[in-house]
């Protein structure tokens, strides 16, 4: 099946000649949820924003749903549902009403029952006939999520949409984002927060200085680049580690009651048993084994790191 | 043509417009009351006739144009800025409409504003002066092409503005005084020569002109000019309006 959004070499220059984007190339699929993960400035609102519409690219192709951005704009916009990252909201405008403008800015005629069903989705539904300005800032943030969908859109850019909430609100913006998942919507999410691509991506694409660093299957990046550490505490601290161990790349902490070991998941043998066996006969008594996986945020920084060097 | 998206533009744009309506009714009442005791009973009793006609009644076109002018820029400039100014212009710009669709729903609300202007005061007119209308017809031709041109005027003023003393700036050091030098309360005739040739060079005086022989019969230049020039504004700004969506200046990064 054809991706439904299909960029191949999209390029950007800003008049002042710096380059956002340098000839990005990716395939979203329909139905799946793609974090878009990188530092500030990296391309992730440029890419977004060339998509929608709002900024003109330099060079490159990009598709939605098979229309090109440009030349077939109306069907590919129409495709499209955009959550910007700024709070942008007419203050004295009353919920409902902006919801309905943007619906029929979308060339959708007007449909009550639908509108009534996103706002109750969203938990807006009570708060339909207040002005904006009257609404807390995560309100504001569901306002703009109303807007987005209110037009049926097949593609949804979520472009940082936790930015700046407390906890619980994150939380529930990504049971709304599962939500639309579930509904067929495919998403493309700006973050900054690993822990949010970590828990809701179904694949991840990792930006940087206007270049897609990696594309891959959120479980598969982990598996093939995660690492996981061994912690084996002893029984009776220790000064250094023993001569016999030296070999093994392990580390001691300051108080000297725990070896700590680094290994590659990824690895055919990631030398635990050798290890423990040496230890044993090292004379080492063990009191405790855990074992952590390294988390998406630091595959993201090595990533970014090994880039820079 | 999305219609649809005209709508939804007009109708927004119209709330923002119905609800501050008190403000947008009284306010014309009260400064065209303002002219006519000052220039209708306090000068105008001093001068006779100016034409034929009687002061009072001479300046009501020019009054009306005055507003209409004035509030179609105010109204159609604010209405673009303010979007861009809040930040709300990304949904118009990632929305499948065209150029013609935007100008359409945004021009179309702010005219309908300005003519809105220009029936009250013409309105608030019947009750200082005795006022005849010869040509009906061209009389709601002059003001609909008026209230269209001046809205795609300010509608430009609008995009070009990057904060809101710019957006202030063409109609208070521009607009305003080409206004009153058009012969909004004078025939152009009452003018030394010079300042008559110097005059003509004044595209206002062209509309107020035209727009006074639909209530006299009487110009100061042939109607069909007044036509022509007001047709000459509007297909100029609708280019220039056309460049902007095309290259995206000043709205597309």
């Known amino acids: 099946m054809a991706p439904i959004v299909d960029i191949q070499g999209l390029s950007k220059v800003y008049d002042d000649g710096f380059q956002a984007l340098k000839g990005v190339d990716l395939a979203i699929e329909e139905g799946e949820i793609l974090a878009l993960l990188g530092p500030n400035g990296a391309g992730k609102t440029t890419l977004i924003s060339t998509l929608c519409g709002i900024t003109v690219p330099s060079g490159g192709t990009a598709r939605v749903g098979g229309h090109d951005i440009q030349t077939g704009f109306r069907e590919a916009r129409a495709m499209i549902g955009l959550v910007p990252q700024e709070v942008a909201l007419e203050p004295f405008e009353k919920v409902i009403k902006t919801v309905r403008f943007s619906r029929g800015l979308f060339g959708k005629s007007r449909d009550d029952a639908f509108i009534e069903k996103i706002l109750k989705q969203l938990s807006l539904w009570d708060k339909r006939d207040n002005q904006i300005k009257e609404l807390s800032g995560g309100m504001k943030r ?3 999520i109303a807007k987005a969908l209110c037009h049926e859109p097949r593609v949804l850019f979520l472009d940082e949409p936790t930015a700046g909430v407390d906890v619980e609100l994150r939380r529930d913006m990504w049971e709304i984002v599962e939500g639309l998942r579930q509904s067929g919507v495919t998403i493309i999410l700006t973050t900054h927060y690993i822990e949010e691509a970590e828990a809701i991506a179904d694949r991840i694409a990792v930006i940087n200085k206007g270049e897609i660093l990696l594309v891959e299957k959120k479980a598969d990046l982990m598996t093939r680049m995660g690492r996981k550490t061994l912690r084996i505490e002893l029984a009776e601290p220790i000064d250094a580690v023993p001569d016999a161990l030296s ?6 902490t300051a108080d000297g009651g725990t070896l700590v070991y680094t290994y590659e998941t990824s690895a055919q043998r990631t030398g635990i048993t050798r290890l423990l066996q040496r230890l044993s006969e090292a004379g080492l008594v063990m009191r405790d084994l855990q074992t952590t996986q390294s988390s998406l945020e630091e595959i993201f920084v090595d990533l970014v790191k090994e880039e820079a060097v | 043509m999305n219609l649809t998206a005209i709508k939804a533009i007009y109708v927004f744009e119209m709330t923002r417009f119905f609800r501050t309506l008190l403000q947008s009714f009284i306010s014309p009442v009260i400064s065209t009351s303002l002219y006519f005791v000052v220039f209708g009973a306090a000068i105008g009793s001093r001068i006779d006739q100016v034409e034929g006609v ?3 009644a001479f300046i009501v076109p020019g009054l009306v144009m005055l507003s209409v002018m004035t509030q179609a820029i105010s109204a159609a400039s604010f209405g673009i800025y303010f979007p861009k100014f809040i930040g709300t212009i990304f949904e118009l710009l990632s929305a ?7 100008v359409v729903g945004y021009v179309g609300a702010a005219a309908t ?3 809105f202007i220009g029936a009250v005061i013409l309105a608030t007119a019947t009750f200082f002066v005795d006022l005849q209308i010869q040509h009906p017809a061209a009389m709601v031709a002059f003001l609909l092409l008026t209230c269209m041109s001046f809205s795609l005027f300010g509608f430009i003023i609008g995009i070009w503005a990057k904060n809101f003393e710019q957006l202030q700036l063409v109609p208070l050091l521009i607009v305003t005084p080409l206004v009153f030098l058009g012969g909004s309360f004078y025939s152009i005739s009452m003018l030394p020569p010079v300042w008559q040739t110097i005059s003509f060079f004044n595209p206002v005086v062209y509309l107020v002109s035209g727009f006074r022989w639909s209530f006299f019969g009487q ?5 069909a000019v007044s036509l022509l020039a007001i047709a000459g ?17 000043r709205l597309r990064s």
Do not use: M, Q
């Open chain 1, 247 to 252: 070999d093994d790349d392990l580390e001691l």
């Open chain 2, 96 to 102: 499948p409409v065209n150029f013609l669709e935007i």
């Open chain 2, 54 to 56: 009687s002061y009072g």
């Open chain 2, 233 to 249: 504004f509007t297909a100029l700004c609708l280019a220039i309006i056309w460049w902007i969506f095309r290259t995206g200046w």
């Open chain 2, 113 to 115: 504003k300005a003519l």
């Open chain 1, 142 to 144: 569901r306002v703009l």
């Open chain 2, 219 to 223: 110009a100061d230049v042939p109607i």
